[in-house]
């Protein structure tokens, strides 16, 4: 597959994966199911397509080997990956996987394992992506008192200077009290990045939680 890559969106943020495996499995299948009737005997009864899964294993590199598939400016380290993918399952995002000359459709991550290489500091994975298939369905919710409500799909939010978690719930999910819900969801996200911070600024006795998360990206659902 020298010429095959693996290219994901998830949300705004589209990237390519480093390396593209020897094996990329497609799995499907149809919902027939056979009867049998007097006179007849065993028919098929013809079924819908069951939904797609796709599935690899490889490893993300600490540094931009020669059979690397990106170039330098779109090389990005296996924390970077692990970050996105781990997110993209938690809050169940929506994504777009696409797989040179072989597929494209939009997936979920169904499982993403992970785990470094003592000897190299590569990250080894495998995933699992499960094919979605949206249904359009009216919903009584869709409207409060004439007035649409903002649909909120799962995605990365950059965490900007002046942002605090009451501007971001009012920005991205279109109501102010959905602050406490985002902070609870990104709490650990946020221990994390006023930790880095305080590595990084020793001399700082007092650290802002609001100043630590400046280009960090949090999860918004």
């Known amino acids: 597959m020298d010429n095959t890559k ?34 007849l005997g065993e028919i098929l009864l013809r ?20 059979f690397c598939q990106v170039s330098e400016a779109d090389f990005k380290e296996p924390g970077f990956y692990v970050l996105a993918l781990s997110l993209a399952e938690e809050g169940n995002m929506d994504i777009t996987i696409s797989v040179t000359n072989l597929i494209s459709m939009p997936v979920v991550v169904e499982s993403f394992d992970y785990g470094q290489d003592d000897g190299t500091s590569d990250v080894n994975y495998s995933i699992t992506l499960k094919e979605v298939r949206d249904v359009d369905t009216p919903s009584a919710d869709t409207q409060t008192a004439g007035r649409p409500i903002k649909q909120v799909t799962s995605h990365l939010y950059k965490w900007k200077n002046g942002d605090t978690w009451k501007k971001v719930a009012k ?24 930790k880095k911070y305080k590595k990084k600024h020793p001399q700082e006795k007092t650290v802002k939680e609001e100043t630590a998360l400046i280009g960090e ?5």
């Open 47 to 66: 079924g819908k397509r069951n939904l797609r899964s796709i599935s690899w294993s490889s490893f993300f590199p600490r540094e931009r080997y020669d």
């Open 6 to 39: 693996i290219e994901m969106r998830i949300g705004k943020t589209s990237f390519f994966f480093p390396l593209t495996p020897d094996t990329i499995d497609v799995t499907s299948g149809y919902d027939h199911q056979t009867v049998n009737i007097n006179g």
């Open 217 to 221: 990206k949090v999860l918004i659902k």
């Open 171 to 194: 920005k991205e999910t279109g109501k102010t009290e959905n602050w406490k819900g985002l902070k609870k969801t990104n709490q650990k996200r946020s221990d994390e990045a006023v």
